[in-house]
């Protein structure tokens, strides 16, 4: 990889003055920082169109950041910081956090960067517009404990979030607040640090280690209605954003509290509806299949093919032994309509994306268990003509002989293709 961007990251040379450069205090400057920054910073009222540059500028550095690219994404961020100039109000407004989302990301994952080219960014998007200010300094804060400097990311909430000072102070001490009962000095701090954690996740927005934080404390004080009040009002107050990891805190809590299946189950339906690959959501299919509502079983089989919709879980036996399994009960509990309900959507992809003659041989040679669960699934739902299905069906293993036997007994049995062949 190259030098971390000409005009994002470079060493000052002759050229450059002084005046239009932000040092990061490790030889590195940002000639384009106090440029931009400055420019708002000042009110400065450029009436340029840019909304070409700067929309094409954000579409290659979304893709930059995919492919990690940090270099590539370094270099078209010093285009699209003229948003901060476009003549459109709400572009405007909208552009540092846009900034902030993206440059921090490169200089996070960047090998050229450093926590003093972190800090030098961050400062400075702080002092544009009084709305990103202390979300920038939390994010700051978390960047700074991630690399261990306790006391900074301490000192650094303490300077910005004056209604949060005591925040971190539970992390500094050598003792862990949350054991030592004992110490009242400490119960005091944990005291005032649940106070301020209120406080701050009661404001919308993504604020997953502090809600945790704040839980275990509760938790351990033994105030579970409280942390039962918290993980709902995250999870289901339509002020926060859309947010998987707040139903999968409450499902968590619920499951340790023994909580109803149906209330386990009216959570999980919610992350289905926003992550249909989740790992849970297996965990969710074996809650629907013991429920005794018919909804729910249809509901079951639903989740298992959503989940095989995923090229993250081809691979996963666990999945398609629950759904070879699954198809044969449902067929046999007379519900050949629910199958097809969930193949029509998916024949015309799930041949060539599961069942082709490539994956058959490919399963077969890392993973033999896998590719006779899914030579079941292939033949209930192509038949016996299906390419997967026959090449599975033909192989002469001595251990797995009597497993490829059975295969073609129920996909004769219950094949949706030619019923009762």
Known sequence: MSDFSEELIRSKTEDDKEESCVFSGTGMSFPWLQKHIGTVETGGKKEKDFAQTTSACLGFIQEALLKHQWQQAADYMHSYFQILEDSDSHKRQAAPEIIWKLGSEILFYHPKSSVETFNTFADRMKNIGVM????????????????????????????????????????????DYAYNTASQNMFDHSWKTSVNLRALIQTPGVWDPFVKSYVEMLEFYGDQDGAREVLTNY???????????????????????????????????????????HKLMLEFHRLLRKSEKEDHHKLGLEVLFGVLDFAGCTKNITAWKYLAKYLRQT??????????????????????FHFSSFWAKSDWKEDKA???????????????????????????DQVLRKKIKQIKKSVKKHSVVNPGL
């Open 370 to 396: 896998l590719a006779c669960e899914k030579a079941l699934v292939a033949g209930i739902l192509l038949g016996k003509g299906c390419r997967y299905f026959r090449f599975i069906s033909k192989q002469d």
């Open 331 to 352: 067929l046999m509990g007379n519900h050949l309509a629910w199958v097809q309900e969930e193949w029509k959507t998916r024949k015309n992809w799930w041949p060539s």
């Open 132 to 175: 990103n200010y202390l979300k920038i300094s939390l994010q700051h804060a978390l960047y700074l404990l991630h690399h261990g400097m306790l006391e900074d990311a301490n000192r650094n909430l303490s300077f910005h979030c004056t209604y949060i000072p005591h925040l971190l102070y539970p992390f500094i001490y050598e003792d």
């Open 235 to 277: 999870a289901y107050d339509e002020k926060f954003p859309s947010n998987p990891n707040a139903h999968i805190y409450l499902y968590n809590f619920l499951k340790r509290e023994k909580a109803p299946r149906e209330k386990l189950i009216s959570v999980l339906k919610i992350l289905y509806q926003i992550v249909p690959s």
